[in-house]
């Protein structure tokens, strides 16, 4: 089992033809570093599909999602990157309202 503590999320789109070493330039431009136990989200430019690097203290994952239909609530806002708590990841793979979600994993109507 890859054991997470953290999740960032970047704002800017990745190609999705980026494979491991893109994607992890990508996270050292983005954040600075691949810290171990961290994983960090990518989407398209159309935010149809998704890339997950994880770094698990030895290696690199990364895992892809694509939607057949529909999109992933992906912020658009002038900030480069974020940071989501587990229930809010949760929630953005199920493309489900994340931004919502507060510390007990509950949604919030705003």
């Known amino acids: 089992m890859i054991s ?17 070493d893109t994607a992890l330039a990508r996270v050292v431009a983005v954040f600075g570093a691949a810290r171990p136990h961290h994983a960090y ?37 002038g900030s480069s990157t974020l940071t989501l708590s587990q229930p809010q990841f949760d929630a953005l793979v199920l493309g489900l309202p994340w931004r919502r979600i507060g510390e007990a994993g509950v949604i919030t109507v705003v």
């Open 4 to 20: 997470v503590e953290a999740l960032w999320l970047s704002t800017a789109p990745l190609d999705m033809r980026a494979g491991m």
């Open 41 to 77: 989200c990518f989407a398209n430019r159309r935010a149809d599909r998704m890339k997950v690097l994880v770094h698990d203290g030895i290696g690199i994952w990364l895992a892809a999602r694509r939607l057949n239909a529909g999109k992933f609530v992906w912020p658009r806002d």
